[in-house]
């Protein structure tokens, strides 16, 4: 089962600039400009996404993954049977399924 020791290694989020959304203060940038911008002097607002650790694919699924870990370990009862039966009972070999992919109506 899971536990707490389990968590995957997560990067703590860094000050980010309110303007531009890159890592550093808003007073920073307005000094010394910003890097990921490529200014000397203020920054872009809304200039694009955030190349810093924290914003990686593989640091926001760690982060997913383990507030799910953590809602789950604090459901009582947890693991439930009845999910874990229904689990283990499925014909992996002959699922039918009926939906499709559509347009919003």
């Known amino acids: ?36 911008c490529t200014t000397t002097s203020s920054c872009t607002p809304g200039s694009g996404s955030c190349d810093c ?15 799910i870990r953590r809602k789950a370990l ?3 009862g947890w693991p439930h049977q009845e999910v874990v039966d229904e689990f283990y009972s499925l014909d992996r070999t002959n699922l039918q399924h009926s939906f499709t992919w559509a347009s919003p109506r």
């Open 1 to 36: 089962g899971w536990s707490e020791l389990d968590e995957l290694p997560e990067i703590g989020k860094s000050a980010h600039c309110g303007t531009c959304g890159h890592p550093g203060t808003v007073g920073s940038h307005r000094k010394t400009g910003c890097a990921a």
């Open 53 to 67: 650790p924290f914003h990686s694919p593989e640091n926001q699924l760690a982060i997913l993954q383990n507030s």
């Open 74 to 76: 604090e459901s009582p």
